[in-house]
């Protein structure tokens, strides 16, 4: 069985899955005080609309929301169909605790208390 879209009608659902895309994901990259709508992620990279996709290497930030996720290192991007193609050589997660330089041990005190 054969079946036939005409033209109009698959640009539609072209247009229809793009933007379902943009609005389920809330993920957002940051660079150069520029964001742009992340439309989907593995785990090895990203994909970004090739209408406002800058062309992008180096380092940038990821944010889920408000909620800064990640920094990538871009070292590839492909353009594949409406879609540019990211690929990053690291995904470093943001902590928000400072990074500790010493071991912590598991029955060390939680805080000191003072003697009067």
């Not at 229809?16 to 993920?27: F, M, N």
């Not at 940051?30 to 209408?51: C, E, I, Q």
């Not at 690929?87 to 470093?92: A, G, H, I, Q, S």
Request: aromatic share 8%; net charge positive.
């Amino acid at each position: 069985m054969t079946t036939f879209v005409p033209k109009e009608v698959q640009a539609g659902l072209d247009k229809a899955r793009k933007k379902a895309l943009k609005t389920a994901s809330r993920l957002r990259l940051s660079v150069d005080g520029k964001t742009y709508p992340v439309l989907r992620m593995w785990k090895t990279g990203f994909a970004v609309d090739v209408k406002i996709a800058p062309t992008l290497r180096g380092y940038v930030d990821l944010y889920d929301g408000s909620i800064h996720l990640s920094q990538c290192l871009i070292v590839a991007f492909e353009k594949d169909g409406d879609e540019v193609k990211f690929e990053f050589k690291r995904l470093t997660a943001v902590s928000t605790a400072p990074a500790i330089d010493f071991e912590r041990r598991i029955d060390s005190p939680a805080a000191l208390i003072a003697a009067h």
